[in-house]
């Protein structure tokens, strides 16, 4: 039996002018999921818009998508590897092992690994926090050099969110007190 795919889209309209964004992404995907969660909650926390797409997705497999990217090469299913949490390359470079431009994991690995921690502000620490979770509970993570990802403005949200506000020193403390500077140090280093 086919296993079913859940695409989950935490949707920012950062940018007016720019609002094909998400329907570049989605179009670039199209045909290769079962179920399409747009979360389009007002919410400056990335954690919680992920969150809230992965309790209501009903697929097997289960990938988040930044709704900035677009799948140059390979397929969603491509992704689909049991027991390991799966990331593409991102613009034909490996920038870090895990990244939250996009990842995959099947549900059983989700149901131990459970939602993204909440308590960071606005973007920044998200996604590093979730892979040393992933790690944490026992599971492995792996680059699929066969998907290729092409994001032409990372770093978009935070920028056009910015409010003046610097969260992400305050950020950066409580990332080292969950989970020490080791952690720090990896989720900081650029592999390529």
Known sequence: MRKKISLIIPYYEVDPEKRD????????????????????????????????????????????CNDDIELEKGT???LCVKKVVTCPLVNGNLLKLFHGHMFCMNR???AEVGPMFEGYKKFYFDDSDYWMQIEAKGFGIQTISKVNIKHEHP???IHKLNTGVNV??????????????Q???RVTTIYS
Do not use: H, P
């Open 21 to 64: 964004v998400l329907a570049k992404c989605v179009n670039s995907m199209a045909g290769q999921y079962d179920e399409l969660i747009v979360v389009d909650e007002k919410a400056d926390n990335l954690s919680y818009k992920i969150n809230k797409g992965l309790r209501r997705a009903k697929g097997d497999w289960l990938i988040v």
């Open 76 to 78: 969603l299913r491509d």
């Open 108 to 110: 059983l690995v989700y």
């Open 155 to 157: 770093g978009r949200t």
């Open 168 to 181: 992400e020193d305050e950020n950066r403390e409580i990332f080292l007190k969950r989970w020490g500077d």
């Open 183 to 185: 952690a720090y140090r």
